[in-house]
Nanobody, 114 residues
Framework: VQLQASGGGLVQPGGSLRLSCAASESIFSFNVMGWYRQGPGKQRELVVRVSRGGSTVYKDSVTGRFTISRDNVKNTVYLQMNSLKPEDTAVYYC?????????WGQGTLVTVSS
């Protein structure tokens, strides 16, 4: 399984970005997909994850601002990020759990700054 993340960039505080994670094969059977991030000098942390059944778990600080969606036809997971804050600055990694194994995308940098 290969995951290709894209959509990062520089945005001003209060702005929006949409990240995409395209999988190399059908995601229909993927147990979990999601996004993690690693800020400067910080450990990697969970941002949000979505199960095959559609259940989601969000990091408290992004609840209400970020939305994950899963498109089983396009084999892609999206992360819509609104009301971005400087503390959201990080490298964002796409993640998938498939048949007991973990897979990671290459990461995409999000910088929130004026």
């Amino acid at each position: 399984v290969q995951l290709q993340a894209s959509g990062g960039g520089l945005v001003q505080p209060g702005g929006s970005l949409r990240l995409s994670c395209a999988a190399s094969e059908s995601i229909f059977s993927f147990n979990v997909m999601g996004w993690y991030r690693q800020g400067p000098g910080k450990q990697r942390e969970l941002v949000v994850r979505v199960s095959r059944g559609g259940s989601t778990v969000y990091k408290d600080s992004v609840t209400g601002r970020f939305t994950i969606s899963r498109d089983n036809v396009k084999n892609t997971v999206y992360l819509q990020m609104n009301s971005l804050k400087p503390e959201d600055t990080a490298v964002y990694y796409c993640y998938a759990e498939v048949k007991g194994s973990d897979y990671w995308g290459q990461g995409t940098l999000v910088t929130v700054s004026s």
